[in-house]
């Protein structure tokens, strides 16, 4: 006859085995990763200082972002684009918005880690862009990412992409590209 302390320890062991089952299982299906892409605006024109269009290098690389994010029907395309309320951050994602059919959010970057929570929680497991400014994309980043090392972009420089790959479980990915 099997003593009944070894029968207790045998039926912890199975429910152990069973709830860490059950988490692997449940942290397997949901641990998606949101992909954020963040970029500056276009090109600014330096007719109307307080807030500016694009000009036409602006509005020509506005287009070029379509091309490259705007495909409808393509596996992976964007589900959401978050802008600032002013003109040339506006304008830079109207080709790509039209191009997809979707709307894009006006939220305020003066707050960046408050968008990139807002963005994570509105978007999990999809793929996002958010179009800022010249101060208020490294933050954003670094609170994507976690990171504290983005260094802050050139007035000059509109071609820096970051793409930030977010997964539910675990550490951020980062990767910095130009186009």
Not at 4 to 15: C, E, K, N, S
Not at 20 to 31: D, E, H, I, N, Y
Not at 113 to 128: C, F, H, Q, S, T
Not at 151 to 176: C, E, H, M
Request: charged share 20%; with cysteine.
């Amino acid at each position: 006859m099997i003593p009944i302390w070894l029968t207790g320890i045998a039926v912890f062991a199975l429910f152990a085995v069973f709830c860490l089952s059950v988490f692997t299982g449940w942290a397997l299906l949901t641990a998606n990763s949101t992909t954020v892409i963040v970029i500056r605006h276009a090109e600014k024109d330096t007719v109307n200082p307080a807030d500016p269009a694009l000009s036409a290098a602006g509005q020509a690389r506005a287009a070029q972002l379509a091309r490259m994010f705007g495909e409808p029907k393509a596996f992976g395309r964007l589900d959401a684009i978050y802008v600032s309320a002013t003109l040339r951050s506006r304008s830079t994602a109207a080709p790509l918005a039209e191009r997809l059919g979707i709307s894009p959010t006006v939220a305020g970057a003066e707050d960046p880690k408050g968008l990139a929570r807002r963005v994570l929680r509105e978007n999990r497991g999809k793929r996002v862009m958010v179009i800022g400014h010249v101060d208020t994309v490294p933050g954003i980043v670094a609170a994507l990412s976690g990171r504290s090392n983005i260094p802050p972009i050139d007035d000059q420089d509109f071609a820096t992409i970051y793409v930030v790959t977010v997964p539910r479980i675990g550490r951020a990915n980062l990767l910095r590209l130009r186009y």
